[in-house]
């Protein structure tokens, strides 16, 4: 078992830390919000009063943060975490951020002999706090082994995309792809329902024909058709809105560097951009459907 530091403990990053502690991790935890602090010290979490006090003996450093700009103020520059880790420390960033951010964290942490990879997930927050997530890794061979027990005790599937950096991409494909079939998901409920068609029955037929896709068989977006989604609770929890406009923002910057084409994920972007500017992002994704269905 490792003595593992985790800093960011929001919706997804809280039960990634309690699943660390049930696998028998010794675990110091550190967040601004000090009732999410609270609750995993309350689980037997240690924790102290910055990120570098509770770093202080880590074998391993593991971050989930917002945005980029969060993961570079924790890390990099005189005052960043880099500094202050031992050579050897094992430091895995869950955050979803730009690839070249995520490259040059890497490389300032390789000017520090520290062992980095880029572990962004997938799953959401019941994939959290089930320990069933997919990390997607990018960084050394060497370095992903290490830091593949570790990531055993929050997921189930454990990938290692390629060179620092790919994780980041392979995960900003996958939530494009996923915003994609969510408005899509949501615009032909809608039409059914426009018909007169109850959705919970157009639904089943959808799962069971071509149309079946993740959005509609695990996370369905329309109000009390499946038990246990943020659409039967209001869109509370789960993926916000901000967040999946964020990530869709960063596939959109990555196209443009690429000359990649991008017309449906451009859609999905502004989509979410609208919805997000008419009050909805602190919702679950999801409630994409309320741009095609008055409550």
């Not at 809280?14 to 935890?29: E, I």
């Not at 615009?187 to 109850?198: R, S």
């Given at each position: 078992m490792a003595k593992i530091t985790f800093i960011g403990l929001g919706n997804m990053?809280?039960?990634?830390?309690?699943?660390?502690?049930?696998?028998?991790?010794?675990?110091?935890?550190f967040d601004l919000s000090q009732p999410a602090v609270e609750a995993l010290v309350a689980e037997g979490a240690?924790?102290?009063?910055?990120?570098?006090?509770?770093?202080?003996g880590a074998e391993c450093i593991i971050t989930m943060l917002p945005a980029g700009k969060h993961v570079e103020a924790v890390y990099l520059g005189d005052d960043g975490l880099l500094s202050a880790l031992p050579e050897g420390t094992l430091v895995i960033d869950s955050s979803t951020i730009a690839p070249e951010t995520a490259r040059a964290v890497a490389e300032a942490a390789a000017a520090r002999r520290l062992a980095f990879i880029d572990a962004p997930v997938?799953?959401?927050?019941?994939?959290?706090?089930?320990?069933?997530?997919?990390?997607?890794?990018?960084?050394?061979?060497?370095?992903?082994?290490?830091?593949?027990?570790?990531?055993?005790?929050?997921?189930?599937?454990?990938?290692?995309a390629g060179p620092h950096g790919a994780g980041q991409v392979a995960k900003i494909c996958n939530n494009m792809m996923l915003a994609i079939l969510m408005a899509g998901t949501s615009?032909?409920?809608?039409?059914?329902?426009?018909?007169?068609?109850?959705p919970a029955v157009l639904s089943e037929i959808m799962k069971q024909s071509s149309g079946g896709n993740w959005a509609l068989?695990?996370?369905?977006?329309?109000?009390?058709?499946?038990?246990?989604?943020?659409?039967?609770?209001?869109?509370?929890?789960?993926?916000?809105?901000?967040?999946?406009?964020?990530?869709?923002?960063l596939a959109f910057d990555n196209?443009?560097?690429?000359?990649?084409?991008?017309?449906?994920?451009?859609?999905?972007?502004?989509?979410?951009?609208l919805h997000a500017g008419q009050g909805n992002g602190e919702l679950d994704f999801s409630s994409i459907l309320r741009l095609y269905k008055a409550d």
């Open positions: 990053g809280a039960p990634m830390a309690s699943n660390l502690l049930k696998a028998g991790h010794d675990v110091t935890v240690s924790t102290a009063d910055s990120g570098k006090a509770a770093a202080e997938s799953g959401g927050v019941g994939g959290a706090k089930a320990g069933t997530l997919t990390f997607i890794c990018g960084g050394e061979e060497d370095t992903f082994n290490r830091a593949k027990p570790v990531l055993e005790g929050m997921g189930k599937n454990i990938f290692h615009e032909a409920l809608a039409l059914g329902a426009k018909n007169g068609l109850d068989n695990v996370y369905n977006p329309w109000p009390g058709v499946m038990e246990g989604v943020p659409a039967s609770r209001e869109y509370q929890g789960g993926f916000l809105v901000n967040l999946m406009t964020k990530d869709l923002g196209a443009v560097k690429n000359q990649a084409s991008i017309p449906m994920g451009s859609l999905a972007r502004n989509l979410f951009q």
